[in-house]
């Protein structure tokens, strides 16, 4: 390793507060295919790491929300680990830990700042866990996973589990010890190619039964927008 790639890589441990036995898993996690070309070198690019880390985070979440969450089903734990999982919100794990500064790409792929986008931050979070479990095992995977994600839980909260607002708020009523939430259809008119429903959620919040209404052309929507009026109100109110 070159001094300033040693540096770095030395860096990149303290930000994820693990520290490698065989530094190389950490090199290839964070070396993009441009800059392996463009060294002309045999060291491997993230891509396989990236494939096994991506296995490896989906088993670590599951058994997270299979524990946390006892009585919820599989299908909303399915949405659940979706969220948590999702391109989107790997780049917010990313971002946080400021990941972007470690990549390894070639330099006109820095000067379009590629290091720098969502997609690649994503799969380099991914490549990162797979070499922490190549390195550490299951149990060092398990560590910096779940402390990831518990850092980011308010965040994420704030964003209505990235406006998933029925799981948000199913969330935050069980965790709070209250029933969950009712909905009722208040009102479906119009022609059937043109229906518009009226639904209101009931729900207990701070010890107090709240109604909220949301409309929509269809069940489902109208049940969302009802429950994301009670969620800002949620927020609203713990502010």
């Known amino acids: 390793l070159s001094i300033s790639v040693a540096d770095d890589l030395a860096g990149l441990e303290g ?12 090199e290839q996690a964070t070396t993009h295919s441009s800059y392996a070309q463009k ?13 096994f880390g991506d296995a490896i985070l989906k088993f670590i979440v599951s058994e997270h929300l299979f524990a946390k969450f006892p009585t919820i089903k599989e299908g909303a734990l399915t949405k659940k680990r979706s969220h948590l999982i999702a391109d989107q919100t790997l780049a917010l794990y990313s971002s946080n830990l400021e990941l972007s500064k ?3 790409v070639s330099y006109s792929e820095r000067q379009a700042a590629g290091h720098e986008r969502p997609a690649l931050l994503a799969d380099i979070f991914e ?19 779940l402390r990831t994600i518990l ?10 589990w990235l406006n998933d607002y029925k799981s948000a708020l199913q969330e935050w009523l069980q965790r709070n010890q ?3 939430p009712e ?17 209101k959620v009931t729900c207990l919040i701070h010890g107090e039964s709240k109604s909220f209404v949301g409309t929509g ?9 009802a429950a994301e009026a009670a969620w800002l109100f949620i927020q609203s109110s713990a502010s």
């Open 217 to 225: 052309q269809s069940k489902k929507e109208s049940e969302k927008n």
């Open 178 to 180: 209250s029933p969950l």
């Open 102 to 104: 470690f990549v390894q």
């Open 183 to 199: 909905y009722i259809v208040e009102e479906a008119s119009g022609p059937d190619h043109q229906k518009e429903f009226r639904i």
């Open 151 to 160: 850092k980011m839980e308010p965040q994420l909260e704030k964003q209505g």
């Open 127 to 145: 490549a990162i866990i797979g070499a922490i479990y190549l390195d550490g095992g299951i149990d060092s995977a398990k560590t910096f996973v």
């Open 15 to 26: 930000v994820l507060q693990y520290t490698f036995k065989d530094i190389k898993l950490l």
């Open 39 to 51: 060294r002309a070198t045999h060291n491997p690019d993230y891509e396989r790491l990236e494939f």
